[in-house]
């Protein structure tokens, strides 16, 4: 039987659905002429697995390169050889980091860690890995990193955002984020901040200034103190110097301000009040609007910040208090003492 | 009874620089009284210390009197017991408050006893001046704050002198208790007494403005029931 008697064979079991005896039968044609073009053609129809089809392809354009639908055949053959990769190496990186979570929830940290870092080298935009690699990094660089990958797979997951601001801020300016963390009532965070500062400074008098922060919060924690919100603090210490301006005021009108006014002297009054706010908000950490409308600070306040409120606060207070002043020493101008009843 | 001293440590501040200062500027104001005012004290009482009648008439230094008030003694007991008063009490309810705010609360307090005293002697022309009334105000402050509080406190007893740490609530309670008396035969009889007894209550009755002015971190252990 000639070769090409052979190769007809082939293709008409091929054509009548008997695959296993059209590949036989292929297989048997390109061994005796491996320059068979149709042969191998048809042998990339018939193989199972996408290696084999990709290598009959291949034989054939080394045949005949100008043949472009066996080209083009070839090309998707490739594709989906990548996707089918991708695909795994995405299962393999998704069972990874499946095993990741299941170390760390049970404690072990250095595993759950190491796991979650082969994750990422299966699968370099696996967002969920990024983050849990940033909630379990303990350096802080290594865990703004981790979180730069997170953001950069999705930039609009806001939470990620958030906790990036926050890795930020504990690398460049860890003592402020610890008392943000301080005032909204965290006080186990800020503890954790600290005690990160705490390990990360060489400076012995930061050291000893961090050291006290920790024991106070300690403290704290100890004597189960009652959280009091920045803002309640800040709305309670408004009351204080109008409080003693309204007293001052009412004793200047003779306790009746029905009978003699002084309407610019009760003009003055928001004004104290306006001004002690000011000492209060320049007295106590708040990631406050005033700090954004004011100075355009997204944070609670730069020193800056707070020297000009409190400077303000305290014109504010004192002016009103001077008017008043001015006001009594005027009246005594006019004063006729009256004769002694003794 | 004298109350001494407070024993127990400041908890926020190192030195109680308002107390002191408070103290310093009455005994200098004090030794001006002595030296430069002299025997005529009717005028300068009349401008710099709180007389009713003047203050319901809007006439005198008004405010200002209110002020200088406080920082005018009738002689040296009168200051050294206020004095020393302040110095017992102040210290750790300037701790609790941050030194600026102690001054507000310590003026508001002592304006606060002017207005009683104003309001229940309406007609009297005796010019009424001491940091009593201020003092009184920081004692109720203190009883608030920390009413577990010990003062060592001089007791004589017949000729025996001692000098046990009482808890601070008996002290204030016996001196608001000798108030009560007079300050009643003052508003049911009239009856004359060379102490401001009303303005003692009313600066004590204005200790709770003390909340007011208490730095948080004290407030919150205020409001925890724990000593602050």
Not at chain 1, 61 to 82: D, F, G, H, S
Not at chain 1, 218 to 241: C, H, M, N, T, Y
Not at chain 2, 108 to 114: F, N, P
Request: glycine share 6%; hydrophobic share 50%; aromatic share 12%.
């Amino acid at each position: 039987m000639s070769l090409s008697a052979e190769l007809q064979r082939a293709l008409e079991a091929a054509r009548a659905g008997r695959r296993l005896e059209a590949r036989e039968l292929l297989l048997k044609v390109v061994e005796e002429n491996p320059k068979n073009e149709i042969a191998w053609i048809w042998l990339s129809g018939l193989v199972d697995s996408l290696e084999d089809q990709i290598i009959a392809c291949e034989n054939a354009l080394t045949i005949n390169p100008a043949n472009e639908k066996v080209r083009a055949y070839l090309l998707m053959l490739q594709k989906k050889q990548e996707e089918a990769l991708k695909r795994r190496e995405l299962n393999e990186a998704r069972e990874l980091l499946q095993k990741a979570k299941s170390c760390a929830d049970g404690g072990d940290s250095v595993s759950a860690l190491r796991l979650a870092q082969q994750a990422t080298q299966k699968q370099a935009d696996f967002e969920d890995a990024w983050l849990l690699i940033a909630d379990l990094e303990s350096h802080v660089d290594q865990r703004v990193a981790a979180l730069e990958k997170a953001i950069a797979v999705n930039p609009s997951n806001t939470n990620t955002r958030l906790l990036l601001e926050q890795a930020r801020q504990l690398r460049d300016d860890p003592l402020s984020l610890a008392a943000h963390y301080e005032q909204i009532g965290k006080f186990d965070e800020a503890l954790k901040v600290y005690n990160e500062a705490a390990a990360r400074t060489k400076d012995s008098r930061e050291f000893d200034r961090i050291y006290k922060h920790i024991i106070r919060i300690e403290e704290l924690q100890d004597e189960k103190i009652q959280f009091v919100a920045p803002r309640s603090s800040i709305l309670r210490l408004s009351f204080g110097w109008p409080l003693l301006y309204l007293f001052l005021v009412l004793v200047q009108v003779g306790l009746n301000p029905f009978t003699h006014h002084a309407l610019l002297l009760w003009l003055c009054l928001p004004l104290v009040f306006v001004g002690s706010f000011l000492l209060s908000l320049s007295e106590i950490r708040s990631k406050h609007v005033l700090w954004q409308k004011l100075f355009s600070e997204e944070g609670d306040g730069s020193s800056f910040a707070r020297l000009v409120t409190a400077t303000a606060g305290w014109m504010l207070v004192i002016f009103p208090h001077l008017l008043l002043f001015i006001d009594s020493i005027s009246r005594l101008r006019n004063f006729r003492i009256p004769p002694e009843p003794f | 009874m004298i109350p001494l001293n407070d024993t127990e440590p400041n908890r926020y501040s190192f030195f109680p620089i308002m107390t002191v200062t408070l103290i310093v500027v009455n005994c200098f104001i004090y030794y001006v009284e002595i030296f430069v005012v002299g025997a005529d004290y009717w005028p300068f009482f009349m401008k710099y210390a709180v007389t009713p009648r003047l203050i319901w008439s809007a006439q005198g230094s008004g405010a200002l009197s209110n002020v200088t008030a406080m920082f005018l003694h009738g002689g040296l007991s009168h200051l050294l017991g206020n004095m020393l008063a302040l110095w017992v009490f102040g210290r750790r309810v300037e701790d609790a408050c941050g030194s600026w705010r102690f001054l507000a609360f310590y003026l508001l307090a002592g304006t606060s006893a002017h207005i009683l005293f104003t309001i229940v002697q309406y007609d009297s022309i005796i010019p009424g001046i001491g940091a009593s009334g201020a003092i009184f105000g920081v004692m109720g402050a203190y009883l608030l704050l920390y009413p577990g509080g010990r003062i060592r406190t001089l007791v004589i007893l017949t000729f025996v002198p001692l000098w046990p740490r009482i808890r601070a609530i008996w002290i204030v309670l016996y001196f608001i208790g000798i108030q009560i008396v007079p300050a009643i035969q003052i508003l049911l009889r009239k009856a004359d007494y060379s102490v401001n007894h009303w303005a003692h209550l009313g600066g004590f009755f204005s200790a709770v403005f003390i909340l007011l002015f208490l730095r948080p971190e004290a407030y919150a252990r205020y409001m925890s029931d724990i000593a602050v």
